[in-house]
């Protein structure tokens, strides 16, 4: 495994334009033909536009393949391209080395974002990967509804009883729920 994680490069690429069947299949299929994988990717519609994301990991003759073809996706896709080749990720010195989550589910309200990240922002909490989603809920009344998953790193020096208090606060103020509470989670670093 740390041969694999060694010999390979990490890249973005973003897609953004008209929308079409097939558009994520085309940005997967333009990795894979140039030995990639894809280790996360978000599709996502507005109105007739569309914006897709794919994290790649390759090794670095392949990230190199991908740059130089990008025009070439252009074309196929009618779309904007941005690739953006990337270092591997690192883990700053004054936080923990483990990756930590959470899920909440709260009343889709302005502010409920910008309330969450100052609370990560007042623990020193270093966001890495964040995805929040809204739908509408049904009953009793139909209203919106917002999920957010947080994937973070901690400081070293952390007061995770101070902080599960101001979530929880936070989550009520926004009458939420707090699905999974703060807890350790698998995986590696550019995956989130």
Known sequence: MADIVENYQHAALWLIGPDMPGLLRLGATYVLDRGGNID??????????AVVFLSITADPD???QMDQD????????GCGV?????NSPTVPDKFQQELHGFDIVTDDR????ADLTGLLDKFGVLIVGHAGERYIAELPQPH???GQKCVVLLPKEFDLPGFTRELDALVWKYNGMIKTPLRRVPGLLWWW
């Open 40 to 49: 996360k990717d978000i599709a996502d519609k507005f109105g007739e536009k």
């Open 62 to 64: 392949g990230i190199r």
């Open 70 to 77: 990008k025009e070439q996706l252009k074309r196929d896709s």
């Open 82 to 86: 941005v690739f953006q080749p990337m």
């Open 110 to 113: 302005p502010g409920m974002i």
């Open 144 to 146: 919106a509804r917002g």
